[in-house]
């Protein structure tokens, strides 16, 4: 709709917001720049911190098997910096199409890994009656941060739609959005609902490092799920790459741009590694990217976004886009509020509780 009304082919996410506020009613233009500025680096700080998720995901995968397999006692933060020789490579790809092989081939890793966990899961009979179907009202932020976090994928929606040479096919019914974003969800709700029904408290940040490493099929579906993760990287990199390197390519000289963009992405890469290294713990790191950052972009913009450009009269009857965004807007600011709050502090706690038992 923003294109049609501006007469602009294509725009990503962070030029739609900049056009919403620019001719949208006249008292708010004024933030057209601002709301740009604002998108462009939460998205790239929305990215980096979800590949500090996927290098320490990737980590704690490998550092499972190969310490149960070979009998070593290294520490995760040993796998971590393994982990980051095959990410500085992957990360110096540029081109969206080249990533394609590398997503194509870990959809189908994923798909493998989904079938061996749902062998474990229903391997032998669930237990129901042992488990409550309901934690406690303070452990929602951090499931709703970890939903927000697995199921949100806000930065690639609209460089994946740029890109296709067919884009009228991403939306509508079915359409390419729907149909995915339809998938994930079943996935993810009978995994998650299941996995908790067979491994109760135990379960861990992902089901997969919840299989027994005893077993040669489980083993391979852990190596399976940290491949998959490894090649998806590439494409969660490219977003917000792609974000700063247009930003600032116009203040080096074109003689050396290739040198630079080898060294950008090496340096960033590398602390990404290093936060990764000072924050090893899986579950509460995803709880907090999730709700300070992915809950802002998926849900707070968006809902800001469309208010501003269908006012004040096109907002349908009795207003009920207003309402639906004032709903959605609320429950983003009670997810990032409350769910950082939950992740900062388990944190806290699991850092205090290892010093104490190292003294």
Known sequence: MVCQ?????????????????QYGPAKLRPLAGFSKAFVDYALMATYFSAGCVYIVFIATSFHDVINHETGNDWSVRIYILLTMLPILLIGQIRELKYLVPFSALANLFIVVTFGITLYYIFKDSLEFDDKPMFASFGTLPLFFSTVIFAMEGIGVVMPVENSMSKPQHFLGCPGVLNTAM??????????????????????KGSVTLNLPLEDSLAVAAQILIALAILFTFGLQFYVPMDILWRKIHDKIPKNRHMISQIALRSGIMILMGGIGLAVPELEPFIGLVGAVFFSSLGLFVPCVVETVFLW??????????LIKNVIFGAFSIFALVAGAYVSIKDIIELYTDDDEHTE
């Open 5 to 21: 009304r501006t007469r602009i082919p294509v725009l990503g996410f962070a030029e739609t917001a900049e056009r919403v506020f």
């Open 182 to 203: 339809g998938t994930v969800i079943v996935l993810y709700a009978v995994i998650g609902f299941f996995g908790y029904v067979r491994f109760g408290d135990a379960s």
């Open 312 to 321: 004040p009269n096109e907002l349908g009857k009795f207003r009920w886009v």
